[in-house]
């Protein structure tokens, strides 16, 4: 299991159905590989654009192993503040940038802030889910469109038709340091429960969506990114095992459930 950040789905598999498992992998500044390789993004996906999807913003952190900086993905959800995965948020303050429209990572353009502060979910490595975190922008992206938090839960019936965006692994289905997009449709708790049994998956903050036969997911390096439902924050990009294998779909933090203490973040 590794998260979508490259490590992390790898660590949480051996330890997630407990509380004190999931404590013992969690990641921490200290002790957390890189995230990413460079050889990491969306898979089977299209290409996407922020002049479209302007709230999908791209977490770089200075040390990333990738020529680009690439880390992890995040969501605009006011001026100054950036939905993202716990995960992704475990490194000093100083060391990421957010940046705003910007198709192609290794290129220029768009809209740049370093990061003032972190939160990030108390319960997150001490009980399954919880992988979510909000960062403060130093410098507003002032007049970017935001995304709204899903705050239903009932949202994540079977078959809602979601949609994956990011800047991570494409496996070679894609070029590197690119926006991209790929439909990841619910599949249901039910399923997940089976497919990650002893995952820890867990329904009660986990969305569990892809396709049974694979072929099409999130990946390594599109970690904290949004997946989008009805023009809303419905997840926040998680773990998995492997990439887009049959029987193994990507698994989110399904930010309903953490709505109100993100809100709180907000403001």
Known sequence: MTARLQLVRALLAAGALTAASVGAVAVTASAAPAPDSPKTRIVGGTIAHTADTPWAIALNNSGSPSPSGQWCGSTLVAANKIVTAAHCAQEAVSTYTAIQGRDVLTASGGKESKISNIW????????PGHDVAVLTL??????????????????????????????????????????????????????????????????????????????????????????????????????????????????????????????????
């Open 120 to 127: 990030v979910d108390p319960e997150y490595g001490k009980q």
């Open 138 to 267: 130093a410098t507003p992206f002032t007049g970017v469109p935001t995304l709204a938090l899903e705050t239903n839960k009932a949202a994540d019936a079977a078959g809602a038709a979601s949609v994956v965006y990011g800047w991570g692994a494409t496996e070679g289905t894609g070029p590197e340091d690119t926006f991209q997009k790929v439909d990841a449709p619910v599949l249901g708790d039910a399923y997940c429960e089976k497919a990650y049994a002893s995952q820890g998956y867990t329904a009660d903050g986990e969305i569990c969506g892809g396709f049974e036969a694979g072929g099409k997911d999130s990946c390594q390096g599109d970690s904290g990114g949004p997946l989008v439902l009805n023009g809303r924050l419905f997840g926040v990009v998680s773990w998995g095992v492997g990439c887009a294998d049959a029987g193994n779909p990507g698994v989110y933090a399904e930010v309903a459930t953490y709505a109100t203490a993100l809100q709180a973040q907000i403001g």
